[in-house]
């Protein structure tokens, strides 16, 4: 009896202890936050947030994240909009182009992150003060962290400049077109030329704009993007300036006027190549062994003087209404945007965080010595304009994109007329839009 009693008395307490313990992890379930983050589809990028998400979830018991690359749709902004209409959002994003913000703040979709008490100092201490002043909303508060950016600029190869006897990059508009002068030409004798200086698409599709007009743009305007305190400011010298560029480079036949297939600048048929820091990798792969590439700057207008500025391709990260825990999605963003995580972002996706001294910090210099070519995006990275957060803006580049067309591509309109004219478009655009 006394043996049974032994046993019955370990059976109710391993019973006791048991459901003690159920109780503590049921418990301490309770207690563990959850956090959807959804991050670009893309495989780099994915592989970045898998590795950066593990991190975290090792080293944090109380607040968990669950990663989804955000759902497949013509553009993700349609996703996010769609998702905010739905109540359906994530926590946290860092997919969010910066045209699509002021849509994303009027729907009330975003967290305002300055209430944070260390947002401020946060990201002044990482972001350039007059890059993060590009990215404050009309209202005058932020919506979003800047992240990274692929700032746009012109790959080279070298040795068809050397060979047609062209020593240095061009800085300014007449010696790019000098350059496209002795680089552009019949290399067969046929009569046909079948060497270019350089190539853009044709189809009037209003992103195409962003690699030609508006990259240029912001370089020969000194850092303007297409509105100042709401209020159109693209019909003015520098827009005139570029669309006179590319008008004499197509009217010279410097750029072919028709739609390649396949990469002709990794073939050697094309001298030059408007890029971000992403088609070092894919050239890398690529090339032929002897291939020599290099990168210069976007060239400015001759009496153009000061630093010259390009297109960033700036992607943020922001948190959105719907979550129930905004300190906490706060401090795993701090997380994404830390210099290790900064690391590994150029490790993996090479693509450019939005960070000061970049170039120079110790923590990259591995990095830089090893990938030499990618440097140069890196020192431009601070001298980069985004988007502006307006609406319509889609629309707008729609009609700068065919007044391109007419003008610059097939000489139809004179420079003046039709900057006047994609600026009267865009004012009707927004003036309708605001009707409705």
Same mark, same amino acid.
């Given at each position: 009896m006394r043996y049974i009693s032994v046993v019955s008395f370990f059976i109710v307490f391993w019973i006791f202890a048991c459901n003690g313990s159920k109780e503590k992890i049921y418990a301490d379930n309770e207690k563990v936050i959850k956090l959807t983050y959804w991050c670009a589809s893309n495989p780099q990028e994915i592989k970045l947030a898998k590795e950066l998400v593990g991190k975290w979830n090792s080293t944090h018991d109380d607040v968990k994240i669950e990663l989804q690359p955000i759902p497949a749709s013509q553009s993700s902004e349609e996703v996010l909009l769609a998702a905010i209409a739905g109540k359906t959002t994530p926590d946290i994003c860092s997919n969010m182009w910066p045209g699509a913000m002021d849509d994303f703040v009027l729907s009330g979709g975003l967290v305002r992150l300055d209430q944070f008490p260390d947002?401020?100092? $946060?990201?002044?201490?990482?972001?350039? /003060?007059?890059?993060?002043?590009?990215?404050?909303?009309?209202?005058?508060?932020?919506?979003?962290?800047?992240?990274?950016?692929?700032?746009?600029?012109?790959?080279?190869?070298? /040795?068809?400049?050397? %060979?047609?006897?062209?020593?240095?990059?061009?800085?300014? $508009?007449?010696?790019?077109?000098?350059?496209?002068?002795?680089?552009?030409?019949?290399?067969?004798?046929?009569?046909?030329?079948?060497?270019?200086?350089?190539?853009?698409?044709?189809?009037?599709?209003?992103?195409?704009? *962003?690699?030609? $007009?508006?990259?240029?743009?912001?370089?020969?305007?000194?850092?303007?993007?297409?509105?100042?305190?709401?209020?159109?400011?693209?019909?003015?010298?520098?827009?005139?300036?570029?669309?006179?560029?590319?008008?004499?480079?197509?009217?010279?036949?410097?750029?072919?006027?028709?739609?390649?297939?396949?990469?002709?600048f990794i073939a050697e048929r094309l001298a030059t190549n408007i890029t971000g820091p992403w088609n070092i990798a894919y050239v890398e792969k690529f090339k032929s062994s002897d291939f020599e590439y290099d990168i210069f700057p976007i060239p400015v207008p001759d009496d153009y003087s000061g630093p010259v500025y390009t297109y960033g391709d700036h992607k943020n990260i922001a948190i959105f209404s719907t979550t /129930?825990? !905004?300190? %906490?999605?706060?401090?795993?963003?701090?997380?994404?945007?830390? !210099?290790?995580?900064? *690391?590994? *972002?150029?490790?993996?996706?090479?693509?450019?965080?939005?960070?000061?001294?970049?170039?120079?910090?110790?923590?990259?210099?591995?990095?830089?010595?090893?990938?030499?070519?990618?440097?140069?995006?890196a020192q431009q990275a601070p001298l980069t304009r985004g988007v502006d957060g307006v609406s319509d803006l889609k629309e707008i580049f729609d009609g700068i994109s065919q007044e391109y067309e007419v003008c610059a591509i097939y000489g139809k309109r004179s420079a003046e007329e039709a900057v006047r004219k994609a600026a009267k478009r865009a004012k009707v655009i927004i003036d309708w839009n605001r009707s409705r």
């Open positions: 947002f401020v100092d $946060y990201i002044t201490e990482r972001v350039p /003060k007059d890059l993060l002043e590009s990215f404050r909303s009309p209202d005058g508060h932020f919506y979003q962290i800047p992240w990274k950016t692929n700032p746009l600029m012109i790959m080279y190869n070298v /040795k068809m400049f050397r %060979e047609a006897g062209v020593d240095q990059t061009p800085k300014t $508009y007449s010696e790019f077109l000098e350059a496209a002068k002795k680089i552009t030409k019949d290399i067969d004798g046929d009569g046909m030329i079948d060497q270019w200086f350089g190539y853009r698409s044709l189809k009037p599709i209003w992103w195409q704009r *962003l690699f030609d $007009y508006y990259t240029f743009y912001i370089a020969a305007s000194g850092g303007k993007t297409l509105f100042k305190d709401s209020e159109i400011i693209f019909d003015n010298e520098a827009s005139v300036k570029v669309f006179k560029l590319f008008q004499d480079i197509y009217a010279n036949g410097y750029f072919p006027i028709t739609e390649f297939q396949g990469d002709n /129930k825990y !905004p300190k %906490e999605a706060w401090a795993f963003a701090k997380f994404l945007v830390s !210099p290790e995580s900064d *690391l590994r *972002l150029l490790e993996i996706c090479s693509q450019i965080p939005i960070r000061k001294n970049l170039s120079t910090d110790s923590l990259y210099t591995e990095y830089f010595t090893s990938h030499p070519k990618i440097v140069k995006f």
